[in-house]
């Protein structure tokens, strides 16, 4: 599990360089989750999630709110929630998300991305299979046995709590996520330094160099079109 730690940890910190990007694809995200149920947190569990996640990455309250008003006022502008799936160099794996209010303009850019960094786009499904979607939370100043105590007393199952890079980080099934995540604030816990949903590989592949820099050169496109939310990938960027 470590070195799926460390690419999402990885992520997070490429994005936490881009601020005015990340803050728009939260404040998307946000008001999709809202306008699709109760514009309320505490009513909307995909909402709650989103907010959560949101949080993880240092977006202002602000934005979190202009999008949740947004939402409440009755807004007309409405968004498809896209997945790709494709081929970077040497077979290795990777999923696109997408947020859109143009099908074909998102279809466009992501087929466009793939096929001028060495990618390929394939069929629904040809990726997927090889992933595993998996809540991650991480948190600091507790030990794994603490954690573990915690979410035993609470009647709470999850997949793996491993310590890494002096946080503790759980792996539990998604609709764990906010079982877990409550079982904690209960017990005082309410700072995470990750709190998502996310693809994680059930396998990983080492890339040579050369391939490597091809790889990250179309993560880095992908992750540059304005609809795109998340990019999952199997490759191990330590390796």
């Not at 060495?118 to 046995?145: N, W």
């Not at 904690?184 to 709190?195: P, Y």
């Amino acid at each position: 599990m470590g070195r799926k730690w460390n690419n999402i940890k990885e992520k997070k910190a490429s994005k936490d360089t881009n601020t005015s990007r990340i803050y728009a694809r939260f404040g998307r995200e946000i008001y999709v989750a809202a306008k699709s149920g109760e514009p309320d947190p505490e009513l909307n569990q995909t909402l709650r999630f989103v907010v959560e996640r949101a949080k993880t990455y240092n977006v202002p309250k602000a934005i979190i709110d202009r999008a949740i008003e947004k939402a409440k006022g009755g807004s007309d502008e409405n968004y498809d929630e896209l997945r790709y799936e494709g081929f970077g160099p040497s077979g290795s794996m990777i999923i696109v998300d997408a947020l859109t209010n143009n099908v074909n303009r998102t279809a466009s850019e992501v087929r466009a991305a793939f096929n001028k960094n060495g990618g390929s786009l394939g069929v629904s499904g040809s990726v997927t299979y090889m992933f595993s979607p998996t809540a991650v939370i991480g948190l600091e100043g507790k030990s794994a046995d603490d954690v573990l105590e915690i979410l035993m007393n609470a009647d709470v199952d999850a997949r793996d709590i491993l310590e890494e890079d002096e946080a503790v980080i759980i792996y539990a099934e998604p609709d764990q996520f906010h079982v877990v995540q409550q079982a904690l604030k209960n017990e005082g816990i309410s700072e995470f330094s990750v709190a998502e949903i996310t693809m994680l590989p059930q396998t990983e592949v080492t890339l040579e160099e050369d391939q490597k820099v091809q790889f990250e050169k179309l993560i880095d496109a992908l992750e540059d079109l304005d609809d795109v939310q998340q990019v999952y990938h199997n490759v191990d960027l330590e390796g």
